[in-house]
């Protein structure tokens, strides 16, 4: 059966880590797994999920396709107009070249 | 009569008893995806499925799946009855007939707005909505909802060629996609190349579906400055039917199911993927242009194609097999004026097979370097080439001849310089395959063209070992033997 809650792509994880790890909001773009129609957020995110009130699954994405087997949480503050807040899009994380 | 829509397709398959409608409801959400891809699979191409009931979605807006895969023995036999020939013809029939209208594309006709079925329903704005259609979400891998089966029209701005192609395409919002942009089609290098490049908006149609001529035209491979609905027209013999866009220049297929008119913005950029693709592998995250949508039209009661990409045999592998085999053999023979008797790419990773005399030393090389000159060689890694009498639809018949046929040391012709399949070769990085570096080619030369004929020895298969007149009278006693399965006798090519 589909998972309930979002999915992020890792690379944005990787992106805000410092600001997770402080327990600040960040600014991500998030997948909801109900409709899969992307929406923009200011949230809380932490690594591991709980059921605690207010906080949903976060599924993690990685480039190559493979989902994380654990959710994180995410608790979401605000949903933004993508149209008004700026999101750059994060080029792929690693570009290995093998000799 | 031409069928020229995706309701006179699905009534002739039903007519065939090719149609399965499914009435019980079935979950956009990976449900229906999944029963398409074990219908590939198990399937034989006996049946293309119709989903009449999506979950949440209202009853008649539909998804229908399978609707090009066959059976490996067969696999022409939706496209010929899509382009209204008997679905009993054989391959080389088939295959002339094919090629003779592709010889003849016929310009589209365009009709008013007030008689476009494409036009029953029109949104602009904030009314268009991609969520308003049960498109689905086809692997667990995937990164959104992707539509398939399709034509991205876009216009080259200084010759007026307007390409219609098929890339698959991903739903991030409601008036917001992205899509695979490979540089190296048509559709993309007109956006990178003309529009970006000057720092313009490119406008864009995709038209779902409509005429199943539109998306053979659009995944044959037509040359540059061609544009695929002349050659949807000259498929049926008659001009399709095209009408203008609401919100561009644009002209669309007057019966798709659904149209998206919009505009792709130079440098903006989006996630696209991962996608579960054709070779069963999900091709990864990459950022790609964006669509954004202004205006949605549709008919009534619209039906989504799907084709479930990674499980064969799916619509896309009969699609390149039977295309890149009938697009490869025209090149080699027209062209190259080679004597190339068939060939075919199998269903299966794309393997590309050559029958062919021999007629002269070093020929089998210039052949092998002759197709990784063309287009296709993104598509396949290595060709095994052979003599005209094999049968090469047949995979035990090649790999017996590359078994029998092909000297280790002597007959492996490889080439470094050209670049991977883009689908396929896991053990190069992806950003190697992108750029097409460290690549390389292989040709298998399975002839014997090579060897004085003393070295030949007779052969002793069923229709070399037995006269005609042994082989009919086995045809005749099969039955009355108490035999159960069914005769398969080889096609003789001298």
């Not at chain 2, 866009?245 to 149209?259: K, S, Y």
């Not at chain 2, 913005?265 to 990864?284: I, Q």
């Not at chain 2, 035990?396 to 078994?403: I, P, S, V, W």
């Amino acid at each position: 059966m589909p998972n309930e809650g979002y999915e992020i792509h890792e690379v944005y994880l990787v992106k805000h880590d410092k600001e997770i790890e402080a327990g600040n909001p960040i600014v991500c773009e998030l997948m909801p797994l109900a409709t899969y129609s992307r929406i923009l957020v200011r949230a809380h995110v932490s690594r591991s999920y709980d059921a605690r009130p207010g906080m949903e699954q976060l599924w993690v994405r990685e480039d190559d396709g493979t989902l994380q087997g654990r959710p994180w949480a995410i608790h979401i503050l605000e949903e933004l107009d993508p149209d008004e807040v700026a999101f750059e899009p994060e080029a792929r994380s690693t570009l290995e070249l093998k000799s | 009569m031409a069928i020229k829509d995706m309701q006179g397709f699905l009534a002739a398959l039903d007519a065939a008893g090719q149609l399965k409608v499914i009435d019980q409801e079935v979950d956009w959400n990976l449900e229906a995806a999944a029963v398409g891809a074990m219908n590939n699979r198990v399937g034989q191409g006996k049946h293309a499925l119709l989903f009449d009931n999506i979950k949440g979605y209202p009853r008649g807006f539909g998804i229908a799946t399978s609707l090009f895969a066959g059976d490996r023995r067969s696999m022409w036999s939706r496209f010929a009855l899509a382009l209204g020939l008997d679905p009993q013809i054989s391959y080389y029939d088939f295959r002339e007939e094919y090629l003779r209208r592709l010889d003849n594309p016929i310009k589209p006709m365009e009709i008013a707005a007030g008689d476009a079925p494409c036009k029953e329903v029109v949104r602009f704005g904030k009314e268009a909505d991609h969520l308003e259609f049960p498109i689905p979400y086809s692997h667990a891998c995937d990164g959104g909802r992707y539509l398939t089966m399709l034509a991205m029209i876009n216009r080259d701005p200084d010759t007026g060629w307007v390409n219609w192609g098929n890339y698959r395409y991903m739903i991030i919002g409601p008036r917001k996609a992205s899509g695979s942009f490979n540089p190296t089609q048509h559709g993309p290098s007109i956006f990178f190349n003309k529009y970006e490049a000057r720092n313009h908006a490119m406008p864009v149609c995709i038209a779902v579906m409509g005429d199943p001529a539109i998306f053979i035209a659009a995944t044959y491979g037509a040359p540059a400055g061609v544009c695929e609905a002349d050659i949807a027209g000259g498929l049926h013999g008659e001009p399709m039917e095209v009408v203008k866009a609401e919100t561009n220049d644009l002209f669309v297929p007057a019966r798709a199911e659904i149209v998206l008119e919009g505009e792709v913005r130079p440098h903006e950029r989006a996630d696209e993927g991962p996608f579960g693709e054709y070779s069963g592998f999900s091709l990864g995250r990459t950022l790609s242009p964006v669509f954004r949508i202004n205006c949605i039209t549709y008919r009534k009661n619209p039906v989504i194609p799907l084709v479930v990409e990674g499980v064969r045999t799916n619509d896309t592998q009969c699609f390149q097999s039977l295309q890149y085999g009938v697009s490869l053999y025209q090149f080699l023979t027209k062209k190259m004026k080679f004597p190339v008797r068939d060939v075919f790419m199998s269903p299966e990773l794309g393997q590309l097979m050559i029958a062919t005399d021999v007629p002269y030393p070093g020929y089998v090389q210039e052949l092998a370097s002759a197709v990784f000159a063309t287009s296709y060689l993104f598509f396949f890694n290595w060709i095994t080439i052979v003599d005209s009498r094999v049968h090469i639809h047949d995979p035990r018949d090649t790999l017996e001849e590359l078994a029998l046929n092909c000297h280790p040391g002597k007959a492996i012709h490889h080439t470094d310089l050209d670049p991977l399949n883009f689908f396929l070769t896991f053990n190069t990085p992806l950003q190697e395959r992108i750029k097409g570096i460290n690549g390389g080619k292989v040709a298998f030369d399975c002839t014997t063209g090579r060897l004085p004929m003393t070295h030949l020895p007779a052969r002793a298969t069923f229709e070399s070992a037995y006269s005609a007149e042994t082989q009919e009278k086995v045809a005749a006693l099969w039955k009355r033997l108490g035999l159960d399965q069914e005769i398969e006798t080889k096609p003789v090519f001298q």
